[in-house]
C-alpha cells in the first residue's frame, strides 16, 4: 500500500476500464499492473490448527475494505474474510476483462478502480500528521 | 472535471519536470544521485501522458483520481528533489560516502544505491517507500551537521529502516504485532469493554467496523517496534559510538509531547542499555539516566492513552526478539564492529593529530572519535585541545579518507 506508483497505476486502470466501457481499444497494460498488484496483496494466511480465517495486513484491509464498502451492496461486506473474497473475485473479473474482447462489466471495475484510489489517497493523507512538525510553521 | 482543475494539476506537472531539468545540470559527486533523479522524471513524464490523455467524454471520477494521483505525487516529491539537490552540496561529508555505501552492500545486497544528503530539519531521517527508487537508501542528516563525523553513527539507524522492510521482518512484524494487540485487548477485556461497546470480543480482530478503532494502536506499536530495531541495528554496527551519538542529538531533549510513533525517550536509552550489554559493549555509567521521557497525552484524552497503552503493551512483548534479530542480521552480513585493540590504535593515531592508518573500519575511527571528545586532555599536544572538536573532526574525517583509500586499493589487488 506504500508504493508511491500506486496511486497513479490504479488511476490510469480506471482510465483504461474508463475508455474500454465506451468501446474505445486500450491495451490494459494499467490495469493488468493493477490486478497483479491487488492478487500479490491478497496473501492468504491461515493460523494453523485455528479456524480457517484469513489474514490480511491492516492498511490492505483499511484500503481495500474501504474501496469495497463503496461500491458493494450494503451489508456484503463486513468482516477481513469478506474483504478478502469480494476483492478477489474483482480481481479475478479485471484479469478476464483484460484479457478477453468479450463483454466485462467495465463500469464495475471502473467504479471499484476510483473507489481504491480514493480509499488510498486518503489512507496516505492520514499518515502525513504523524511526524513531529515545527509549531511555528502555518 | 473541471477543466481549470485539470489544467492546474498539468502545469504544476510541467512545472516539477522543468525543476528536473535544471537538476540534471547539476555537478554530481556520485552517479546515484543521478540515477534517482532520473527515475523521478519518469515518473513525472507518465503523469503528464495520463493526464493527456483525459478528454472532455472521460468518466469525472476517473478524471479526478487521476489529477489526485498526480497532485500527491507532485506534493511527495517536491522535498524528495529537494534532497536531491542538497546531496550535491559540498556541506556534505563525502569521505564517509564511499565507507557507508560498503556497509550499505554488506548488509542489504550488492545492488544497493545509496545517497546521503542533508535536510533543515532537526533530527536524521530516512525516506523509504519510493518503490520507482528501488534498491535505494536516502539518509538525510541535520544541516548544520551535515559534515559532523561524530554523528554517523545515527546513519546506522537510518540503514535499520530500509533493512527493515528487506529483511521481510516489516510483514512479520505486522502480524505478530496486530496479534498481541487484539490479545491484550481480549484479555483484558473488562478494561476495554466500554470503549469497544458496540462489539463482542471475538469480533474486534474481524469485523471491518471495530477494527479502525484499534488501528491506531497497532500502527504506533509497529512503528516503535520498528525504531527498537533501528536503534539496536545502529547500536550493533557502530558499538559505544552509537550511544554517544544518541545521546548528543536527544538528551538535551527535555520538553514536549512524546511523538507516538516512537517509544519514549528514556525507554529507548533503557533499551539500548541493555543491548549494548548483550552485545558485549560497554555502556557509559549512568547512560540512560541523562535521558528523561517526554510527556504522555493530557489525562482528558482518554481515547489517545487508551490506545498508547494498547501500543506500549504490545511493543514491549517484541524488543528482546527485535535485539536478537539485529544480532543475527548483522553478523551474517558479516560486518566488522568495533576492535577494542583497532580503536586504541585509531586513538593513539588520532591523539598525535595524525589520521589514522589501517583502521579496518568505519567503527573503529569513530569509536576513537568518541574517546577523544570525551577526554579533556586527549590530545599529546596540548595546542591542539585549545579548538579540540574542530580538530578532532577534520583529523576523523581525514582517516575516513584513508580508509576508503585503502579499501579501493586492496580492490584491485
Known amino acids: 500500500m506504500s508504493d508511491p506508483r500506486l496511486p497513479m497505476t490504479v488511476s490510469r486502470a480506471a482510465i483504461e476500464l474508463d475508455q474500454a466501457s465506451r468501446g474505445e481499444h486500450v491495451d490494459f497494460d494499467a490495469t493488468r499492473r493493477f490486478t497483479k498488484f491487488l492478487q500479490d496483496s491478497l496473501q492468504q494466511d491461515v493460523e494453523p490448527g485455528g479456524p480457517h480465517a484469513v489474514w490480511l495486513d491492516a492498511n490492505t484491509v483499511d484500503v481495500v475494505g474501504h474501496a469495497l464498502l463503496q461500491v458493494e451492496e450494503g451489508g456484503m461486506v463486513r468482516t477481513v474474510q469478506d474483504v478478502f473474497e469480494h476483492a478477489l473475485a474483482l480481481a479475478i473479473e479485471m484479469e478476464k476483462a483484460s484479457a478477453t474482447t468479450g463483454s466485462s462489466d467495465f463500469d464495475r471495475l471502473r467504479r471499484f478502480c476510483v473507489a481504491f484510489g480514493n480509499s488510498l489517497l486518503s489512507h496516505r493523507a492520514s499518515l502525513k500528521h504523524e511526524g513531529p512538525i515545527n509549531p511555528h510553521r502555518r | ?413
Not at chain 2, 27 to 32: D, G, V
Not at chain 2, 254 to 266: D, E, F, S, T, V
Not at chain 2, 304 to 327: H, I, P, Q, Y
Request: proline fraction near 5%; include cysteine; aromatic fraction near 10%.
Open chain 2, 1 to 413: 472535471m473541471d477543466i481549470f482543475v485539470l489544467s492546474c494539476v498539468q502545469a504544476q506537472v510541467d512545472s516539477v519536470l522543468a525543476e528536473i531539468a535544471r537538476i540534471e545540470g547539476s555537478e554530481f559527486p556520485y552517479k546515484h544521485t543521478q540515477e534517482a533523479v532520473k527515475e523521478t522524471k519518469a515518473l513525472f513524464e507518465t503523469h503528464r501522458a495520463s493526464l493527456a490523455s483525459i478528454s472532455e467524454r472521460s468518466d469525472k471520477a476517473t478524471a479526478e483520481l487521476a489529477c489526485s494521483a498526480a497532485f500527491v505525487d507532485l506534493s511527495e516529491s517536491i522535498d524528495l528533489l529537494g534532497f536531491l539537490l542538497r546531496s550535491t552540496n559540498v556541506r556534505n561529508a563525502f569521505e564517509a560516502y564511499g565507507p557507508l555505501l560498503r556497509i550499505a552492500r554488506q548488509l542489504l545486497g550488492a545492488d544497493t544505491r545509496l545517497i546521503v544528503s542533508s535536510e533543515w530539519y532537526f533530527s536524521p531521517f530516512t525516506y523509504l517507500g519510493y518503490q520507482y527508487l528501488p534498491n535505494f537508501v536516502l539518509i538525510g542528516l541535520p544541516a548544520p551537521e551535515s559534515s559532523n563525523p561524530f554523528l554517523l553513527p545515527l546513519a546506522g539507524h537510518e540503514l535499520g529502516h530500509s533493512a527493515w522492510t528487506l529483511c521481510g521482518l516489516a510483514r512479520q512484524m505486522e502480524k505478530a504485532v496486530e496479534k498481541a494487540v487484539i490479545e491484550e485487548i481480549t484479555q483484558g477485556w473488562i478494561e476495554y469493554e466500554s470503549f469497544f461497546h458496540s462489539f463482542k470480543p471475538e469480533q474486534v480482530g474481524t469485523d471491518l467496523f471495530a477494527r479502525p478503532m484499534w488501528k491506531p494502536a497497532w500502527d504506533w506499536a509497529l512503528r516503535q517496534c520498528e525504531e527498537h530495531f533501528c536503534d539496536f541495528f545502529g547500536l550493533r554496527i557502530f558499538g559505544e559510538a552509537y550511544l554517544h551519538a544518541f545521546a548528543y542529538l536527544l538528551a538535551p531533549q527535555r520538553q514536549g509531547m512524546r511523538p507516538l510513533i516512537y517509544p519514549n525517550l528514556k525507554t529507548r536509552a533503557e533499551c539500548l542499555d541493555d543491548a549494548a550489554r548483550e552485545y558485549g559493549l560497554t555502556v557509559p555509567e549512568g547512560y540512560a539516566d541523562m535521558f528523561e521521557n517526554l510527556q504522555d497525552p493530557a489525562p482528558e484524552q482518554l481515547r489517545e492513552n487508551l490506545l498508547l497503552s494498547l501500543a506500549d503493551a504490545a511493543r514491549t512483548k517484541f524488543v528482546d526478539v527485535l535485539r536478537s534479530e539485529v544480532d543475527k542480521i548483522v553478523s551474517n552480513a558479516g560486518i566488522l564492529t568495533r576492535s577494542p585493540a583497532l580503536v586504541e590504535n585509531c586513538g593513539k593515531r588520532l591523539a598525535l593529530m595524525v589520521p589514522a592508518e589501517r583502521s579496518m573500519g568505519l567503527a573503529n575511527i569513530l569509536n576513537a572519535a568518541w574517546r577523544g571528545w570525551l577526554d579533556p586532555k586527549f590530545f599529546s599536544d596540548q595546542q591542539y585541545n585549545g579548538r579540540k572538536l574542530e580538530n578532532l573532526r577534520e583529523v576523523v574525517l581525514k582517516s575516513i579518507e584513508i580508509l576508503e583509500i585503502e579499501a579501493r586499493l586492496e580492490e584491485v589487488t
